[in-house]
Structures are given as C-alpha cells and as structure tokens.
C-alpha cells in the first residue's frame, strides 16, 4: 500500500527553528512537494524535491533522502503567521499525488 | 503569475438542487484537477483532466459531473448532493511537475 506519514501537530517558539518530518513508501517516486494550508484556505505550495538533497527558498528548506524515503521541511526564524498545516506529497508511478495527513504547526510568542 | 480562480466562493444548497462550481487558470496550463477536502484532512483526488480530456475519475458518485469546455476552465456539476457532500472544493492546474491550488469553494448541503 501507500502510506505517508507525519508528525500530526507541532509546537514552537516565534523566532525559533523547526523541522516538521515525513517519511513515505509508495509505488514509484516522481518527486516530493510541500505545501502550506493555512485553516479554511487552499493550500500553497512550497518546495518541490525529485533528487537527494536540500532545496533552500528563504526561511524554508526542504530535504529529500530517496534511499530512506525520508524528507523534512525547515522552517527558520518562526513568525506568528507560519501558524499552519503543513502537507507532505509524494507523487507516484502513476503520476498522481499522495497526501500526507499534513502537521499543524502551532507557533507560541 | 500562480493564479486559479475559483467561484463562487460559498455555497449553500438543498438536496434538491442543481449548482455548478466554476474553476479559471490563465498560466497555458494543460492539466486540471477537482480535489475535495474535509476539515483537518488532506485533499482527495476526484478528477483529472489532461488536455481538456478527462484522464483520471476517483470513483466519484455520479452525482459529481466534472466538464472542462476549453483549456482555461473546468466545472463541477453538481445534483442531488448529500449532506455529508459538504466540505471544501479545490481546483487545481499544473503544466509538469507543481499543482497550484484555487482559493476554494465551501460548499454547505442541507
């Protein structure tokens, strides 16, 4: 089967650093997406990830093993607005995305 | 420019009724996608369409008619909804590899 998980809620300091983790197994990999939904919004993307390593865009960086079918989302200098769920996506052999439950990232002052 | 449209924003409509949700991407991308999404759970898949043709349908009850009249637009049919068909609808567009999302549309049934 096809299974992605992640941590289902999060707790951080404003100005801090997070890492919010997924781990995957599904049939066939043709990239890994994050994406930021905040309550009663669409969902936004962040980052994509098809080959090993980090993908640095601002505050946010995302890292891909394909080997331990392992990623992670860094978020750094934590402000009160990255309040969110944030959802892991994994798109298979069939081109189609799996979704991740998503982690609700709780940003404390 | 990332930009899906989506309307209208809400909707509340009765068992009874017929209603269409009404989904716009002007960025030449080929594939179009109807996501539904309850809260606290990620979007599933309920449609695909790849070069105005309809390429993937999750099993959606019939009562879900997806249309994409050109490249640019895709609709969503909607009749004799239940009341546990409520939630949120996402459309999506991507040219190869990134999907990006409209703002949705909250869909009530009484």
């Known amino acids: 089967g096809q299974n992605i998980d992640q941590p289902t809620e999060m707790t951080a300091t404003e100005g801090a650093i997070v890492q919010i983790n997924c781990t995957y197994q599904?049939?066939?990999?043709?990239?890994l997406f994050w994406y930021q939904q905040h309550a009663g919004e669409a969902p936004t993307f962040l980052s994509y990830?098809?080959l090993d390593g980090l993908e640095e865009k601002g505050r946010f960086s995302s890292f891909l093993s394909r080997s331990k079918g392992y990623s992670y989302l860094l978020l750094k200098e934590l402000q009160m607005k990255d309040s969110a769920s944030y959802l892991c996506a994994v798109r298979d052999s069939n081109y189609q995305l799996i979704w991740g439950a998503g982690t609700k990232l709780i940003i404390k002052p | 420019d990332t930009e899906v449209t989506q309307t209208p924003k809400h909707l509340v409509m009765g068992m009874t009724n017929k209603k269409s949700l009404k989904c716009e991407q002007h960025?030449?991308?080929?594939?179009m996608y109807w996501y539904k999404q309850k809260a606290k759970k990620p979007p599933e898949l309920m449609f695909v369409y790849s070069y105005e043709k309809l390429s993937i349908n999750e099993s959606v009850p019939s009562r879900f008619s997806p249309e994409c009249p050109n490249s640019s637009l895709l609709n969503l049919h909607l009749h004799a909804l239940q009341p546990e068909d409520s939630a949120l609808y996402l459309c999506a567009s991507s040219r190869v590899d990134t999907q990006y999302f409209g703002p949705g549309t909250r869909l009530t049934v009484l």
């Open positions: 599904t049939s066939g990999f043709n990239g």
């Open positions: 990830n098809v």
């Open positions: 960025m030449g991308h080929r594939a």
